[in-house]
């Protein structure tokens, strides 16, 4: 890039940026409300619900931050909904765009925190190139769309690590402003997730990172005293944030979701194989330790991920330099614990695609870099001229287009190495089907379903959200997977099945029911099944529930 270009460039950054937010959050709220709440969404509403009534315990194996952002953004919708779309003749405001919308506003956000990180380590091409690469980044707009802890983990994650930069960095009179800011990101970072281990991560790359790169660092003289001050800061934002902490009960809960005391169902179906997904299986006795590495190679748009490879290749050639260093490294701290960890999720990635993205940036500008030699050296024509269009082509249009063939079903998106839309489901179903549409099958299903009948699946908080909305509460819910779940033989039972909620426990269902069984319902996603439900008598049912086992790990 000549000097005038990054001149530019720096000129225009903000307005930039601001693009980057606004399409950003664009994609990400666009038909929010088209699929319904998941079982995790249902627990966010139902402890928001809670706390309106004064209790703040249900859902205490995650912090308060989000619920009480959610109960904000609640709170808001009913009253315009109430007072204010009536009067004006707009539409309300559904009550999943309510619930999501903060993660789809921290979301968008993202943007310019990822640009501050890159800024402070690479060029500004790189900083804007990763920003709009996580604005229009398949993969985060995915998982922001859902009311998931993890959107505001990443957004406090990266603004500690800038800060801690900017710390490190920068002169005497200003080191302690962002020392403090710092210490309150990863505050809000602990009160968004309780993930402590990324401050220990952010203190171990900058006194590697400084050790490589003396020269870039101011020194400085501080204390334990110091730290002491530090931890307080980061002590009091997560208690202002998250108060609940101190309380026996959540203390109690807490112990017993570390001991996977609260664990339900055990399994994750992956690539027509059902694999142990608990904590004690370790990385070789649970799903597969390359898990997150096919995630990276099958669910990144094609052009992306070249760009990631010949990037990640002239990070690790050039190591030393500070960006390429904190790619290296954040890639290495988070593939590693992560693909040994016996639980494995699609949506844990959230935090992974910072580096990834950066990595993707410089492998970009190498792209465009040789293209402009190539066009530079020969002799400049129209037809030579085209080629220099392809690196805007190929990572604007293109990832673009993934977005919009796939909206508003984000997760399901395969790219070609992967098999494209032939292959959708088939590698991670958990996560890519999500319980998509599930709001569509029980709203088909109530309509058929005469009165005090039952309603089996493995997702009892999604049913009795949609159940009460539907006016149907005559309905009993029994989750497939508890082995107290009984129903009589008189009962008509209604069982939901979904190809990504197959566990160890309900396998019986599956081999007895999914396509050997006519459905008095079918819901399809972008053409593939995502939810079959089908009418048993009680006896039939409790039959096939006989064959049920039930591991304890």
């Known amino acids: 890039m000549t000097e005038e270009y990054r001149a530019w460039l720096f000129k225009h950054r903000i307005s930039i940026l601001l693009f980057a937010v606004i399409i950003g959050f664009f994609f990400r709220?666009?038909?929010?409300?088209?699929?319904?709440?998941?079982?995790?969404?249902?627990?966010?509403?139902?402890?928001?619900?809670?706390?309106?009534?004064?209790?703040?315990?249900?859902?205490?194996?995650?912090?308060?931050l989000m619920k009480n952002l959610i109960l904000v953004s609640v709170v808001t919708s009913r009253f315009y909904n109430e007072k204010i779309a009536p009067k004006i003749n707009w539409r309300k405001i559904p009550i999943e765009v309510a619930v999501r919308f903060p993660n789809v506003l921290f979301g968008a956000l993202t943007a310019i925190c990822i640009y501050l990180l890159a800024f402070s380590f690479f060029d500004i091409e790189i900083a804007l190139l990763s920003a709009l690469l996580w604005a229009t980044g398949i993969n985060a707009i995915m998982i922001n769309r859902i009311a998931k802890e993890d959107t505001l983990l990443v957004f406090f994650i990266l603004l500690g690590f800038y800060f801690h930069r900017r710390f490190k960095t920068a002169k005497?009179?200003?080191?302690?402003?962002?020392?403090?800011?710092?210490?309150?990101?990863?505050?809000?970072?602990?009160?968004?997730?309780?993930?402590?281990?990324?401050?220990?991560?952010?203190?171990?790359?900058?006194?590697?990172?400084?050790?490589?790169?003396?020269?870039?660092?101011?020194?400085?003289?501080?204390?334990?005293?110091?730290?002491?001050?530090?931890?307080?800061?980061?002590?009091?934002?997560?208690?202002?944030?998250?108060?609940m902490i101190l309380s026996p009960e959540v203390w109690k809960y807490l112990i017993s979701y570390v001991h996977e005391g609260t664990v339900v169902h055990h399994g994750y179906y992956m690539m027509h194989h059902l694999y142990f997904n608990n904590v004690p299986k370790g990385p070789f006795g649970g799903t597969p330790?390359?898990?997150?590495?096919?995630?990276?190679?099958?669910?990144?748009?094609?052009?992306?991920?070249?760009?990631?490879?010949?990037?990640?290749?002239?990070?690790?050639?050039?190591?030393?330099?500070?960006?390429?260093?904190?790619?290296?490294?954040?890639?290495?701290?988070?593939?590693?614990?992560y693909s040994l960890f016996g639980a494995k999720f699609c949506r844990y990635t959230l935090s992974l695609l910072p580096p990834i993205y950066m990595a993707s940036a410089v492998g970009i500008l190498k792209i465009f870099q040789f293209v402009k030699k190539y066009v530079d050296e020969k002799s400049?024509?129209?037809?030579?001229?085209?080629?220099?269009?392809?690196?805007?082509?190929?990572?604007?249009?293109?990832?673009?287009?993934?977005?919009?063939?796939?909206?508003?079903?984000?997760?399901?998106?395969?790219?070609?190495?992967?098999?494209?839309?032939?292959?959708?489901?088939?590698?991670?179903?958990?996560?890519?089907?999500?319980?998509?549409?599930?709001?569509?099958?029980?709203?088909?299903?109530?309509?058929?379903?005469?009165?005090?009948s039952i309603i089996a699946g493995e997702t009892p908080a999604v049913f009795q959200f949609y159940l009460k909305k539907y006016n149907r509460e005559d309905i009993k819910v029994?989750?497939?997977?508890?082995?107290?779940?009984?129903?009589?033989?008189?009962?008509?039972?209604?069982?939901?099945?979904?190809?990504?909620?197959?566990?160890?426990?309900?396998?019986?269902?599956?081999?007895?029911?999914?396509?050997?069984?006519?459905?008095?319902?079918?819901?399809?996603?972008?053409?593939?099944?995502?939810?079959?439900?089908?009418?048993?008598?009680?006896?039939?049912?409790?039959?096939?529930?006989?064959?049920?086992?039930?591991?304890?790990?």
């Open 380 to 452: 400049f024509n129209f037809k030579k001229a085209k080629v220099a269009l392809v690196v805007p082509v190929l990572y604007v249009i293109l990832p673009l287009s993934s977005l919009i063939s796939t909206n508003p079903f984000y997760s399901l998106y395969v790219n070609l190495i992967g098999g494209g839309k032939k292959s959708i489901g088939y590698f991670f179903p958990h996560d890519e089907f999500y319980d998509l549409d599930l709001r569509e099958a029980i709203r088909r299903t109530v309509k058929i379903a005469p009165v005090g």
């Open 172 to 243: 005497p009179e200003f080191k302690r402003k962002f020392y403090y800011l710092s210490a309150a990101s990863f505050g809000a970072m602990l009160s968004s997730k309780y993930f402590p281990h990324y401050l220990g991560l952010c203190v171990l790359f900058f006194a590697i990172h400084k050790k490589i790169n003396p020269e870039e660092y101011i020194d400085d003289d501080y204390t334990v005293k110091d730290l002491f001050k530090y931890l307080v800061v980061l002590g009091v934002v997560f208690l202002i944030l998250n108060p």
């Open 289 to 337: 330790w390359y898990f997150y590495l096919l995630y990276i190679f099958v669910k990144f748009p094609t052009v992306v991920l070249v760009a990631f490879i010949i990037g990640l290749f002239f990070a690790a050639k050039e190591w030393r330099k500070g960006g390429n260093f904190l790619i290296l490294f954040l890639l290495f701290f988070w593939l590693v614990p």
């Open 29 to 64: 709220i666009y038909n929010l409300n088209y699929v319904g709440f998941a079982e995790d969404e249902v627990n966010k509403i139902n402890a928001v619900e809670s706390y309106l009534h004064g209790d703040f315990t249900p859902n205490a194996e995650h912090p308060m």
């Open 478 to 553: 029994v989750e497939l997977s508890d082995k107290k779940g009984k129903v009589g033989s008189d009962r008509i039972v209604f069982v939901i099945l979904q190809p990504g909620r197959i566990y160890f426990e309900n396998l019986p269902f599956y081999k007895h029911l999914w396509k050997k069984v006519r459905p008095v319902v079918i819901v399809k996603v972008m053409g593939k099944d995502a939810i079959n439900v089908y009418k048993l008598s009680g006896s039939e049912y409790m039959k096939i529930a006989s064959e049920r086992t039930f591991p304890k790990d």
